[in-house]
């Protein structure tokens, strides 16, 4: 959907271009025809006769109709998360598998707006030799046609060998529209789109109109395009060229198939009838072109890998035209970033729970009447909506408001039924006596934390009525690695006594729950706590209300700024301060930080393993659009200059609070409310500060707000963000070029650094990022802008809602680092630094059971892995595998494995990961715990292909960075 919605769109257009397709191609057998995205295409076969099916099923024999790339749908590059990007890679594939029996060989992505060499890695690795470009800088298409270098292998920038290879074409020119494909002069090319014909609704800008092919016409037309064809063909370097024939939603009306078929047979027909021209022109598909490309470099005596040159990195800030760069959408519905994100985790912990609990309910005839058929659907909904959400319209922040309402909606809904398969999961697999499983859909077992009321609200927190009988509190760990993480709930009674899985009282800190910045709620109260969760596992705590020593309320300061006095509170201290010069101190076992007392926000950091005092300033910034014609909008970031200071007539409130398990800073500004918490616990949430906004712009006119870093770090324009948090590109501000060209998109993470310091800057979402100074970080995090950007969407951005941004921060001292290497073209995090992302990424997930039922015995812990995983090695997922009938589960899952990169000149003494490295090698057999892998098999990464001498493996091996898939059977 971009202007209107996947429905709205299937109605009005994109079912006919299918029925077309059938009738028009079986017309003639020399016609081929080219779709990419499986969303629409499922859509339209679930609705169609079998006689329809069986045609399809001759036409892809036959070669006349081909599947690219075969995902659900074509992505967004920038913005994704890799989990995502294969998710839905996979459910398109699984879904041609069942239906079609196709396995797509070649990658098509023609719309998205710059393009990932992870997409490049992912499309290897699922099997394709080739895939295709679009939208790319016009500096760097010039560039690249002087050269004759857009073809290329596209080569990972840390691969150091040629494994990630996948030949690329780029094409040449604007656009993909019929004017931009057959040659340079768009006014020439716009006269061979037959659509275009006098007398049609749509006509050429150029003025100069189409012209019906016949035989008192048909040389000159056929000459005309034919020096458009030779001209295209300078620009690479075999003599094989493709012209790609489409646009947008055409083909709806079947006279346009007669249109375009038979005005170009009538043209092909009379080249090919000319040897002497010396051409040879026909239609066909995408993989059509690939094998006659690489025919012809082979013919000229080269085998094609040393022909077409290799080309590592990625392709963004993509700009069409002068300085119209499109970082704007890094950053553009930034709400709806922030809940694909939460989407993800919430569909990772159901997809991995339910493929547990399928095999426990296989386990015994009592336990079958697990819904398992049930949630499957909801699982499988859930992977169509999140990948529908990944499409480069979508995630993007770049369709109309009610399309964007359509996409979050979808989210919304899945989330809550994600919520009741992780619900369900959990339900049979921690009952102590299987035997007393009992399925019931009215009353569910457990209840999770926080509620969100509609698409476009926050999540709120639960309140959990307290007894003097104990409740259970289940804490899940989605993550492969035993964890001990911050829980935080919301209890109606500051009396709370907290039980660990072995019965012993627990350490609890009690917050208040405010109301705006200075009144304490009585209807809730907050109850913090460390829980320690195995690997992929469940604790189990218990809950009542009495007195307990472990339990220790949190102490207050609010700074009022000569505002009204609250009322003291009986229960909390609060210290109520008019106004500070001084600092205001938080500290734990790894750091000191420093925050102004005018504004609340950060200074300095000192950190304790080396005693250093850093410079590191939080402040916001202001960008305003220029005064020119063309102003910001979706796409395009078009900034009337520098920002300027964020700047507060009165100082805002601040709220400090200390506490046992964390103490925090929250300064209250009129559009943004900025939180700072520091975590007192030993390990991994200790080292770095969470930071997080809640940003509402809703009352200004084209404004963009940003929050930068400044720090002494001596980064001297370099800077690093990831790409689809799967790996790391170094950046480098340049400036030469405006100051919106040096945006780039962060998806997990980006970082400065220098001979002695690195500091990474983590996020929960996707947003634009840049090192505009040097020690600076900065990062967009909401727009509303009033006005269209001329990119076809017809509208500004002027639906923000109130959005909450989650970030970490990270401070790490960096070893034996040398000149050279802060110039290398790869780079990569730490491993306490991948950790940190992950947590951040997928928080722990709390329930709890209904406090009036009769609740049967629970174990103590769930525990499915025999041990954490090595500290380089992720579970991407493991996704239960589709029946080879209707919506349904197999016995099977696939396993997907991710094996980081990590730099180790990082120390890794005191980071709390519960982990080692092990080279990549995980004995089979010692992976999981309770539950026995029947087999285990090597596949692609989309499960499309599996090798010849597939068989049982003992040993997992992985080398750094790739990403596997296995069909794992669990019993």
């Known amino acids: 959907g971009w202007l209107k919605t996947f429905d709205d769109y299937f109605r009005d257009q994109t079912q006919h271009i299918l029925n077309n397709m059938v009738i028009k191609l079986q017309e003639d057998n020399r016609r081929k025809f080219m779709w990419s995205e499986i969303s629409y295409f499922s859509k339209w076969w679930d609705g169609i006769d079998s006689q329809k099916k069986d045609a399809i099923k001759r036409l892809i024999k036959d070669g006349q109709f081909e599947i690219v790339t075969g995902g659900w749908v074509m992505p967004d590059e920038a913005s994704p998360h890799y989990f995502a990007l294969i998710d839905q890679l996979i459910e398109?594939?699984?879904?041609?598998?069942?239906?079609?029996?196709?396995?797509?060989?070649?990658?098509?992505?023609?719309?998205?707006?710059?393009?990932?060499?992870?997409?490049?890695?992912?499309?290897?690795?699922?099997?394709?030799?080739?895939?295709?470009?679009?939208?790319?800088?016009?500096?760097?298409?010039?560039?690249?046609?002087?050269?004759?270098?857009?073809?290329?292998?596209?080569?990972?920038?840390?691969?150091?060998?040629?494994?990630?290879?996948?030949?690329?074409?780029?094409?040449?020119?604007?656009?993909?529209?019929?004017?931009?494909?057959?040659?340079?002069?768009?006014?020439?090319?716009?006269?061979?789109?037959?659509?275009?014909?006098?007398?049609?609704?749509?006509?050429?800008?150029?003025?100069?109109?189409?012209?019906?092919?016949?035989?008192?016409?048909?040389?000159?037309?056929?000459?005309?395009?034919?020096?458009?064809?030779?001209?295209?063909?300078?620009?690479?370097?075999?003599?094989?060229?493709?012209?790609?024939?489409?646009?947008?939603?055409?083909?709806?009306?079947?006279?346009?198939?007669?249109?375009?078929?038979?005005?170009?047979?009538?043209?092909?027909?009379?080249?090919?009838?000319?040897?002497?021209?010396?051409?040879?022109?026909?239609?066909?598909?995408?993989?059509?072109?690939?094998?006659?490309?690489?025919?012809?470099?082979?013919?000229?005596?080269?085998?094609?890998?040393?022909?077409?040159?290799?080309?590592?990195?990625?392709?963004?800030?993509?700009?069409?035209?002068d300085h119209h760069y499109w970082s704007g959408y890094f950053t553009s519905r930034p709400f709806y970033k922030r809940l694909d994100r939460a989407m993800e985790s919430y569909l990772r912990a159901a997809e991995i729970l339910y493929s547990l609990a399928l095999v426990q309910s296989s386990k015994s005839e009592k336990m079958s009447i697990f819904p398992s058929v049930d949630n499957y659907k909801l699982l499988t909904e859930a992977r169509r909506n999140l990948g529908l959400f990944q499409h480069h319209d979508a995630i993007t922040g770049t369709s109309k408001d009610w399309v964007v309402v359509d996409y979050g909606t979808r989210l919304f809904h899945s989330i809550m039924n994600l919520k009741k398969v992780i619900i369900d999961s959990v339900h049979i697999l921690i009952l102590k006596d299987k035997g007393a499983y009992k399925y019931d859909t009215l009353t569910p077992f457990l209840r999770m934390d926080d509620v969100q009321s509609s698409q476009d609200s926050l999540p709120r927190k639960t309140v959990i009525k307290l007894t003097s009988q104990p409740r259970y509190l289940l804490v899940y760990n989605s993550m492969e690695q035993e964890r001990s993480s911050v829980v935080s709930v919301n209890v109606n009674s500051p009396k709370v006594k907290l039980l660990s899985p072995l019965g012993k009282p627990v350490t609890v800190q009690i917050s208040a729950v405010w109301d705006g910045a200075a009144t304490v709620s009585h209807e809730a109260y907050q109850m913090s706590f460390v829980a320690h969760v195995p690997p992929l596992g469940l604790g189990v705590y218990q809950l009542l209300e009495g007195q307990s020593s472990e339990t220790v309320l949190a102490d207050y300061n609010i700074y009022m700024r000569n505002r009204r006095q609250a009322k003291p509170d009986k229960l909390f201290k609060i210290q109520e301060l008019q106004n500070s010069v001084d600092n205001i101190i938080l500290e734990n076992s790894y750091m000191k930080l420093w925050f102004s007392g005018m504004s609340g926000l950060l200074e300095k950091i000192n950190n304790k393993e080396d005693g250093k005092n850093r410079q590191i300033k939080v402040e916001f910034a202001w960008y305003g659009t220029t005064s020119n014609r063309d102003k910001s909008g979706a796409y395009l970031f078009l900034p009337d200059g520098d920002a300027k200071p964020y700047i507060f007539a009165d100082p805002p409130t601040i709220r400090v609070a200390h506490g046992r398990i964390f103490s925090e800073v929250v300064c209250f500004f009129h559009h943004v409310t900025h939180t700072t918490r520091l975590y007192k616990v030993q390990g991994l949430?200790?080292?770095?500060?969470?930071?997080?906004?809640?940003?509402?712009?809703?009352?200004?006119?084209?404004?963009?707000?940003?929050?930068?870093?400044?720090?002494?770090?001596?980064?001297?324009?370099?800077?690093?963000?990831?790409?689809n948090g799967y790996q790391i590109q170094p950046r480098m501000t340049m400036s030469k070029l405006p100051l919106q060209a040096n945006i780039y998109p962060m998806t997990t993470m980006a970082y400065i650094q220098d001979a002695g310091v690195r500091l990474t800057l983590h996020s929960a979402q996707s947003l634009g990022v840049a090192s505009l100074k040097n020690g600076q970080l900065e990062v967009i995090m909401d727009r509303r802008l009033m006005q269209d950007d001329n990119r076809g969407l017809g509208q500004g951005v002027q639906d923000n809602k109130i959005t909450a941004n989650m970030f970490r921060l990270l401070l790490e001292r960096r070893h034996g680092a040398d000149v050279n290497e802060e110039k290398a073209s790869v780079s990569f995090p730490s491993l306490l630094s991948h950790m940190t992302s992950s947590f951040l990424n997928h928080p722990v997930i709390p329930m709890t059971t209904y406090a009036d039922s009769g609740v049967p015995e629970l174990l103590n812990t769930f525990s499915p892995l025999m041990s954490s995983l090595p500290c380089d090695m992720h579970i991407v997922n493991l996704r239960t595998i589709q029946s080879k009938v209707d919506i349904?589960?197999?016995?099977?899952?696939?396993?997907?494995?991710?094996?980081?990169?990590?730099?180790?000149?990082?120390?890794?003494?005191?980071?709390?990961?519960?982990?080692?490295?092990?080279?990549?090698?995980?004995?089979?057999?010692?992976?999981?715990?309770?539950?026995?892998?029947?087999?285990?098999?090597?596949?692609?990464?989309?499960?499309?292909?599996s090798p010849p001498d597939a068989r049982n493996i003992s040993e997992i091996n992985m080398s750094s960075m790739e990403i596997n898939t296995f069909r794992i059977r669990l019993r």
């Not at 940003?695 to 980064?715: C, H, P, Q």
């Not at 519960?914 to 026995?932: A, D, E, M, P, Y």
């Open 685 to 723: 949430e200790g080292q770095s500060l969470e930071v997080s906004n809640i940003v509402d712009i809703t009352g200004e006119y084209n404004r963009e707000l940003a929050m930068r870093i400044s720090s002494d770090v001596n980064s001297q324009n370099r800077f690093y963000t990831d790409l």
């Open 92 to 321: 398109g594939h699984q879904w041609l598998e069942k239906n079609l029996g196709v396995k797509p060989k070649s990658g098509w992505a023609i719309d998205p707006f710059g393009h990932s060499p992870t997409m490049a890695y992912l499309l290897k690795r699922t099997g394709f030799s080739n895939m295709l470009i679009q939208r790319v800088h016009y500096s760097v298409k010039k560039h690249f046609a002087m050269q004759k270098t857009l073809e290329f292998f596209w080569r990972q920038n840390w691969d150091l060998g040629s494994s990630t290879d996948i030949l690329c074409h780029m094409m040449p020119f604007y656009s993909y529209d019929v004017p931009h494909t057959c040659g340079p002069d768009p006014k020439i090319c716009c006269q061979f789109d037959f659509r275009r014909l006098p007398g049609g609704r749509i006509s050429c800008p150029w003025r100069v109109p189409p012209e019906a092919i016949h035989a008192g016409n048909v040389q000159h037309r056929a000459w005309l395009i034919l020096d458009q064809y030779r001209k295209k063909s300078k620009l690479f370097r075999t003599k094989v060229l493709l012209a790609p024939l489409g646009d947008d939603f055409r083909y709806t009306e079947s006279s346009e198939w007669d249109q375009q078929y038979q005005n170009y047979q009538k043209l092909f027909d009379y080249m090919n009838s000319h040897p002497e021209w010396h051409i040879k022109v026909q239609f066909g598909t995408l993989s059509d072109y690939f094998e006659a490309l690489r025919k012809e470099s082979n013919l000229i005596g080269q085998s094609s890998n040393s022909f077409f040159p290799v080309l590592s990195g990625d392709f963004f800030t993509y700009a069409d035209r």
């Open 888 to 945: 349904e589960p197999s016995d099977e899952a696939a396993l997907i494995l991710h094996r980081k990169g990590f730099d180790c000149r990082f120390s890794n003494r005191d980071t709390g990961l519960h982990c080692s490295t092990t080279q990549g090698k995980i004995k089979v057999h010692k992976l999981f715990n309770k539950f026995r892998v029947e087999s285990l098999k090597p596949t692609s990464l989309s499960l499309m292909h």
